[in-house]
């Protein structure tokens, strides 16, 4: 298989995509991705209904030849997808975590 920046960008793109399906699909909880939140939080309720996002709403109304449900299932989508990423954002880490990388820069091709 030939590596190309399209290949790759088609990868980058499609990870969020598979992510967002494979929520909404329930695959999630086939890894055990909502027991282990559950148990982490003490809680075994379900996330609240999606609300509506200015995002959510912008790309159902671009998209021309969807119904109406699928018009609902894209915000329902996007606000799912924002909501996670909040969770994520929001999540502080502390000075006694080590950076996962160390910096290195690339030597000059100069002579």
């Known amino acids: ?14 990870v969020p995509v598979a992510a967002a399906a494979a929520s909404v699909a ?9 027991q282990a939140r559950a148990a982490e939080d003490g809680e075994s309720a379900p996330p609240a209904a999606p ?7 912008f790309l159902a ?9 699928e018009r609902r299932q894209v915000r329902k989508n ?4 924002e909501r996670s990423l909040k969770e994520v954002r929001d999540f ?3 000075n006694d975590v080590p950076p996962s990388v160390r910096f290195q ?6 002579s």
């Open 1 to 14: 298989m030939k590596l190309s920046r399209r290949s790759v960008a088609r990868a980058m793109l499609g």
């Open 26 to 34: 329930g695959i999630g909880s086939f890894f055990g991705v909502r």
């Open 51 to 57: 609300d509506d996002s200015p995002l959510g709403r």
């Open 61 to 69: 109304r671009q998209e021309e030849g969807l119904t109406s449900e």
């Open 78 to 81: 996007v606000a799912q997808i």
């Open 92 to 94: 502080t880490l502390g």
């Open 105 to 110: 820069p690339l030597k000059s091709k100069r």
